[in-house]
């Protein structure tokens, strides 16, 4: 039998509890607390459990823990972001807190850059699907894991605007795409908690696109 199968109410609580209160957390973080290694590959021993097309595990994970690939990186998202904010003024631009979390990019512990390798074809959704959907699923739960040690982060793909320069700057080779970013750090203060979103039944249809459940 399944361990999971029944599933104890305090192994459901803890779940859910993770899942549904892991939050992007740009300010209340520890910017001076060291992320250890170990822990970084504990969360990504966890995060290769994900799904992947064809076990083929394309997934590679680049940490940025040193000062100089940090300020490099953090230098690219900081012009990403003065283009977004330039193109999206007024309330439709940045919040503060990404404007801040741009800013201060550099001063994280650390910075994990979640990647595959190969490259989406171009000409074809399912084949685009398919190359994401074998590699967002494990930077969710890398995200997720880290949450549930204390750890806050931000899923972002921000950079990619610059995306060959980061390559550049960081010894990516070709054929190897970068998908989402995640800064990390403890957190220090943040009370996560579920957010205000739309019930299933108001998002969910059955059997036809539009159908409600009678």
């Known amino acids: 039998m399944d361990d ?3 599933g104890e109410p305090s192994f459901v609580r803890a779940v859910d509890w993770a899942l549904t209160t892991t939050r992007s957390v740009r300010r209340k973080l520890d910017w001076e607390r060291p992320v250890p ?11 290769v459990q994900a799904p992947t097309g064809a076990n ?19 230098a690219l998202y900081q012009r990403a972001m003065a283009r977004y904010a330039a193109a ?3 309330d439709d631009g940045p919040k503060p807190t990404a404007r801040g979390l741009a800013d201060r990019l550099a001063e994280l512990p650390a910075l994990i ?13 399912a084949m685009r699907v398919a190359f994401y959907g074998s590699v967002l699923p494990a930077a969710w739960s890398l995200m997720v894991a880290l949450r549930a040690r ?8 921000l950079h990619l605007v610059h995306e060959d320069e980061a390559a550049s700057a960081l010894g990516i080779p070709p054929g190897v795409t970068q998908t989402v970013l995640l800064p990390i ?10 957010a205000a979103r739309r019930p299933a039944r108001e998002v969910t249809y059955w059997n036809r696109w ?3 459940d009678d």
């Open 4 to 6: 999971f199968d029944d």
């Open 37 to 47: 290694r170990q822990l970084i590959e504990a969360c990504i021993d966890v995060a």
């Open 56 to 74: 083929r595990e394309a997934w590679r994970f680049l940490v940025l823990d040193a000062p100089e690939p940090k300020a490099r990186l953090a």
């Open 88 to 90: 999206r003024p007024g």
């Open 113 to 125: 850059l979640v990647c595959s390798e190969g490259e989406p074809f171009e000409d074809s959704n």
């Open 150 to 157: 204390g750890i806050g982060g931000t899923w972002t793909t």
């Open 185 to 194: 750090g403890f957190m220090a203060g943040a009370r996560l908690r579920p």
């Open 210 to 212: 539009g159908a409600a």
